[in-house]
């Protein structure tokens, strides 16, 4: 059986202050989802693509948490049965307990090796989940066979760099408007993702973020994409404490202000997209020949295979930064043991 990388526990999961959980950044991700500031992505799902009850008979629900999505779904009357799965048995028992009635069937499974019938669904919903799967091709591939021919794949996604490693420029910029800010909104714990923690805390994260879309795209074809930017804004906002502190008439200009720059520097291309929600359809059977599918089947697991000797990076530069903090590591814990003996 293969080896794969899973969340070592869903503690890390629904924790902390997101950006989203801001009023003002909610109506700007609705007017970048739909143009409309009080529209979210899945009532503007409902309306253009699900308009009477039950459109979707039978829909998955990839990586699916403590199961909120698959019951606003079911509860908006836009599936008719759900089928969710999650490697985290804390999360599932959750999602199982608030079920109710809803026709939800739940199960244990990692994403990195599952499989389905094929066109067992008509629907497939992808709430960042994406963004945690190791072998990302292998499973597009399983999807687009599982969608019905006229199905739909609909996702909201972190589709940003690998494993949260920003460039050098991009991290400047981040770093450079923070001091700028008025103290009162300055993010007092910006700190670059730092690999050797993001590894050991959840070894999913951002594993292959960067390369969800062109992944998607051997396989289905991406209709729509609608992206809700995040280069600046989530880095200033998420779990900035005293951005939550302040109160709504003092935060609202503030937040606004950093959310314009957001617009500009995304638009510019000078800070990356970290966040898009978009709408795929797969490509007509045999559309992909099969020599290529084996060969993209081959190169990701020959990409595993060097990243599990590169310590679980994906570059060169990963490794190295990994080595230097195990060697500092160890350096440390000599001098412990010598001031005891
Ligand atoms: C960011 S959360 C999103 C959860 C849910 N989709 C939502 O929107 O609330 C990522 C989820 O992916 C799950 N996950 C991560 N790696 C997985 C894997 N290999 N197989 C199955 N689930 C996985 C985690 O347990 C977690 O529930």
Redesign the pocket.
């Known amino acids: 059986m293969k080896k794969?990388?899973?969340?070592s526990d869903?503690k890390v999961?629904?924790q902390g202050q997101y950006w989203n959980d801001l009023p003002e950044v909610q109506e700007y991700m609705c007017q970048n989802f739909t143009g409309d500031k009080n529209k979210w992505w899945t009532t503007d799902f409902q309306e253009r693509f699900a308009p009477s009850p039950f459109q979707f008979k039978r829909a998955l629900?990839?990586?699916?948490?403590?199961g909120?999505?698959s019951r606003e779904f079911i509860d908006k009357k836009i599936v008719k049965q759900a089928v969710s799965?999650?490697?985290?048995a804390d999360?599932l028992a959750e999602a199982e307990s608030k079920k109710g009635k809803r026709t939800i069937q739940y199960f244990q499974?990692?994403?990195?090796t599952i499989s389905f019938k094929a066109g067992e669904f008509d629907l497939i919903v992808n709430?960042?989940?994406l963004h945690?799967?190791?072998y990302l091709n292998r499973l597009l591939y399983i999807l687009s066979n599982s969608l019905q021919p006229d199905g739909l794949f609909v996702n909201f996604d972190y589709i940003g760099p690998q494993r949260n490693q920003y460039s050098f420029w991009h991290w400047r910029r981040v770093f450079a408007f923070n001091q700028k800010l008025p103290s009162k909104i300055q993010h007092e714990g910006l700190h670059y993702p730092h690999l050797p923690t993001m590894l050991a805390t959840d070894p999913?994260e951002a594993i292959h973020s960067d390369q969800i879309l062109e992944t998607m795209s051997r396989y289905f074809d991406i209709t729509e994409q609608h992206d809700t930017n995040g280069g600046l804004a989530y880095h200033l906002l998420t779990h900035n404490k005293k951005v939550f502190a302040l109160k709504p008439s003092e935060r609202r200009s503030l937040v606004k202000k950093i959310l314009s720059m957001d617009q500009k520097l995304s638009v510019e291309y000078k800070v990356p997209i970290l966040f898009s929600y978009f709408i795929a359809k797969p490509k007509k059977q045999n559309s992909v020949p099969k020599h290529t599918i084996k060969r993209y089947l081959t190169q990701e697991n020959l990409r595993e295979k060097i990243a599990r000797l590169l310590m679980g990076s994906n570059t060169l530069m990963g490794f190295f930064v990994l080595v230097a903090f195990r060697l500092i590591a160890i350096l440390r814990i000599k001098k412990i043991v010598r001031k005891f003996l």
């Not at 794969?4 to 969340?7: A, D, F, K, Q, R």
């Not at 629900?61 to 403590?66: E, P, R, S, T, V």
């Not at 799965?85 to 985290?88: A, G, R």
């Open positions: 794969t990388i899973v969340p869903a999961y629904y629900f990839l990586c699916d948490g403590n909120w999505l799965f999650d490697w985290s999360l499974a990692d994403a990195n709430n960042a989940a945690h799967v190791q999913t």
